[in-house]
């Protein structure tokens, strides 16, 4: 996918890597009419009563960010009181 930018030059497309990325890990798989396996499955891990480590999840999205041609560089766990955060480092496009 690229994104197209209106600049005092015209249009032109670019490929930016951090902003599929977060459209990648925030669509749900099959929500996109044009894209329907774009995304990720939030209903598998979070919409059932199914326990799903971190751990499964963190490659899942790895691989579903390499799927779609974006490099991870490396994941960074913080595990919070109620909470877990995921940083994701990906490689610049």
Do not use: H, R, V, W
Not at 6 to 27: C, Q, R, V
Not at 53 to 82: C, M, V
């Amino acid at each position: 996918m690229m994104d197209l930018i209106l600049s005092e030059n015209g249009i032109s497309a670019k490929d930016t890597s951090i902003f599929k990325a977060k459209n990648i890990l925030e669509t749900q798989i099959g929500s996109l009419q044009y894209a329907p396996d774009f995304g990720i499955d939030y209903n598998l891990f979070f919409g059932s009563d199914l326990q799903i480590q971190i751990e499964t999840y963190q490659a899942y999205a790895i691989s579903k960010l390499s799927e779609n041609g974006i490099n991870p560089l490396d994941l960074i766990q913080e595990d919070g009181k109620f909470d877990t955060l995921l940083n994701i480092n990906i490689e610049k496009s």
